[in-house]
């Protein structure tokens, strides 16, 4: 099971990450995308829209199913990466690199809500009974 | 093999042109085109022989047991093809006057009765031309009910995660935001979550029962008092009707709208055999919305209800009628069971998926909710086997076709890992049960000693696995030369 110490994650299995700027990087989580399987599609949200925590925002799409993704935190779309809307099986490849879009936080404390690695890991062993 | 592949230059069917072509001389010269299309130049025969032959290589339920789960794949009766294709039927025009089309009238007026019957509903409308768009008339009759009410605040539609997909996208096609509400271990609806869920923006509630997890909604009443009393309207996503047929009724449960799916509980042909056909039906305080036409029986005459009568109704759906063929051979299926075959339907439908989920535990399968009675369909989970060999639910589906059955559906619902969502319908014999138990029994012990052949099956279909994230990713429909 692959989680790292370093990001915070959702119970909807994102993970975000707090840059040194201030900003934070959200994506999904390499057990999301074991339980998707093969990606074969990814759309963003438009940068510059505000977002709600918890609210949609994103879709990705794998052979089984489409799914969608929800802001982790409140916030201002800032930049989305472009590289896996073309190239959807990056998630695959490795979840935490192939990041999905980066957030401008409404209020940077948010973060101290999200669950660390420890509670995640713990929620992921509870769903698999 | 493509039948472009077949062509060769200058290869005609000239028995089979009209005599003089017409010439295009109202569109002007600049617009038409200068070189012929490309089409295949293929005899009559090779014609005939090509898609025959195609026609070999498929599953479909004339061929094999297609246990399609939420799909309800039952035996079309050739009965109601006949009935259907009566020459009156087909030479009848939409156009031609209400007094000529008396009998075909009245073939629709009744169905619309027996539709009201067994549904328990106030009126139907026969228009919408697909399960997908019966969703939609039925949600946007909700809309216009909460607009003639000068009721803005009401934007949410709630749908339970164990809905059909499809639900969800029909309350945003009508403007809706969708809200999903969880389901608790023995897989009904969440009631607490229900409750903090519903308010003054709650539009309505729209439920699949029995649901995609293949059980009936247990606490069905408390449902339907917590949305109404929110002020919110109740929809039935009747595309599981099949287990309740003449058992049970949505509008004795309190419901306000349903869409029923006549090329899956009336037995019209479904998938790619035919169109599909999704009537709906109302309560009282939804008539006026109806899409139209309807047809209304006026001292003794038949006659068709427009937006001059009803000028509250959604509007109209589809051209005339609707499937006007699929609906006649949903009405001859009716009338051929009459009240007392649509029970027996429901009876062996359920038992049939009872049966064949206690012989599938026998045999050795987890069953997603074995404290639940079936419906008409159940989960099997093989996240156990995955575990322990490997193998996965997509591997088991194709390796059932090697052993001459249709897969069930598979990842479908994503509540449950590794699932396979098994519908038999009433139509299958118990022999037919018994030797796809035996199939499935014999790929659970492959799985063990030689998990290889079935990760690489099928092995004996006209093509092997096919790499379908490629065709996802790079979807590609144009023949090229």
Redesign the interface.
Known sequence: MSIPGDLKYTKSHEWAKLEADGTVTVGITHHAQE?LG?M??VENPAVGRQLAAGEECAVVES???A?DVYAPLAGEVIAVNEAVVDS??AINQDAYAAWMFKLKPANPADLAGLLDAAAYGALVESEAH | MLIFELSRPGRKNPSQAPAAAAEANDIPAHLRRQDKPLLPEVSEMDAVRHYTRLSQKNFSIDTHFYPLGSCTMKYNPRGSHQMAMLPQFLARHPLAPESTGQGVLACFYELQEMLKDVTGMAGVSLTPMAGAQGEFAGVAMIRAYHASRNDAARTEMLVPDAAHGTNPASAVMCGFTAREIPTDRDGNVDLAALKAAVGPHTAGLMLTNPSTLGVFEKNIQAMQQIVHEAGGLLYYDGANLNAILGRVRPGDMGFDVIHVNLHKTFSTPHGGGGPGSGPVGVSERLLPFLPVPVVKLDAGRYRLVTEHDLPQTIGRLSAFMGNTGILLRAYAYARTLGGDGMRRVADFATLNANYLMAELQKAGFDIAFPQRRASHEFIVTLKGLKDKTGVSAMDVAKRLLDKGFHAPTT??P?LV?ECLLIEPTETESKQTLDAFVAALKEILEEAVATPELVKTAPHTMPVRRLD??KA??ELDLTWKA
Request: glycine content about 0%.
């Open positions: 339980l093969d074969v599609y052979v089984k199913a799914s959807p099986e | 990842y479908f994503m890992p379908d994230v996802a990713r």
